[in-house]
């Protein structure tokens, strides 16, 4: 029986065993071989979010009180995962783009077999595995610098140097940027932002980041800030260290303390424009260059861009461990992130 890493709550993982349901038509059975988690969805997903307290209404696009019956479920053993990379062991009747033996990846759980839709499915080709899960990340921050419609020339701030705002911060140089200054307080992630574009490397906790980055640009700012950590006194600083009538890009669920959040001040002396990202179809929200882009375009062409080699996942999915050794690292992701940028795990 295959097995798979669940947790309740995030401070304790485990693995378990778990049965496969019978292969449809459409459908592809891959053995994993890496798979990863996205840590700030995880972090969501397990503490809490808008949807924890309301119910989200489609029709009005409003979260409204949730009704006095109803009651959020308990926690109860779930999985865990985002992407995953594997060789095709067996496909259903109806498939034709891929045959066993083929290398493989897409939206997955952390476990040894999988079965995805034909059609969610990509072939790895020449990527790297690393590459491979990285690609949604990479999407996100693909849409948010277009978000942030950043141009050749432009200066920017990258705000959280997790794996969306290290892919953000390539990416950002891939659109034409001619400064990038990346800011986070753990040392491993602004050592890969230097690395791989960032003009500077500043750390929040011994600094003031918004007067740094004024100072270094002749005292105006970046025409783009772009905020990945869902952190408010980042946020914050991303509206400060723009230039007058700048643009902040925030891209993840939002702080869930907005008290260091002051928009009295230099939100309001400076009126930059605030572009809410999310690159999620789910949420029904057009691309803001519809019709010419939507979300498939957006995401064909992030991976693109690993294949041309613009891109690349290789140290931000760091540290690599063992399936066995996966349910002792992951409590990691929340109580000493130092450690790691993105968690992959290794099936042998």
Not at 83 to 100: C, D, I, N, Q
Not at 171 to 193: N, Y
Not at 202 to 214: R, T, V
Request: negative net charge; aromatic residues 6%.
């Amino acid at each position: 029986m295959p097995r798979r890493i669940v947790t309740e709550d995030g401070s304790r993982f485990w693995i378990a065993d778990y049965e496969l349901a019978p292969l449809a038509a459409d459908e592809v059975k891959v053995r994993v071989t890496l798979a990863a988690p996205k840590h700030g969805t995880e972090a969501q997903l397990l503490t809490g979010s808008a949807f924890s307290a309301k119910e989200w209404n489609p029709e009005l696009r409003l979260f409204l009180p949730r009704p006095e019956t109803s009651t959020p479920a308990p926690p109860s053993p779930r999985g865990i995962g985002n992407m995953v990379v594997g060789e095709v062991l067996e496909v259903g009747a109806a498939v034709t783009r891929f045959a066993p033996g083929d290398r493989v990846f897409g939206y997955g759980q952390v476990r040894e077999q999988v079965h995805l839709p034909e059609a969610k499915l990509f072939p790895l080709g020449e990527l790297s595995e690393a590459d491979a899960v990285c690609c949604d990340p990479a999407h996100v921050a693909f849409v948010a610098v277009r978000d942030g419609n950043i141009r050749i020339g432009d200066d920017v701030a990258v705000f959280g140097l997790g794996a969306i705002g290290l892919l953000a911060v390539q990416l950002a140089r891939a659109a034409g940027a001619h400064r990038v200054f990346a800011v986070d307080p753990l040392a491993l992630r602004r050592e890969h932002a230097l690395a791989h574009g960032a003009t500077a490397a500043l750390n929040p906790l011994s600094c003031d980041p918004a007067l740094e980055i004024k100072l270094a640009t002749q005292k105006l700012g970046v025409d783009v800030a772009i905020e990945t950590s869902g952190n408010g006194k980042a946020l914050n600083d991303s509206i400060r260290c723009v230039r007058q009538c700048g643009t902040v890009v925030h891209v993840p669920w939002g702080p869930k303390d907005a008290s260091a959040l002051k928009l009295g001040e230099e939100f309001h002396h400076n009126r930059p424009t605030i572009v809410g990202s999310q690159a999620w179809v789910g949420w029904g929200n057009a691309d803001r260059s519809h019709p010419l882009w939507d979300h498939e375009r957006a995401y064909l062409a992030t991976i693109q861009l690993f294949r041309d080699r613009k891109l690349t996942g290789e140290g931000i999915v760091t540290p690599i461990v063992a399936f066995e050794d996966a349910p002792d690292v992951l409590p990691t992701i929340f109580t000493a992130p130092e450690k790691s940028i993105k968690i992959g795990v290794r099936f042998e």
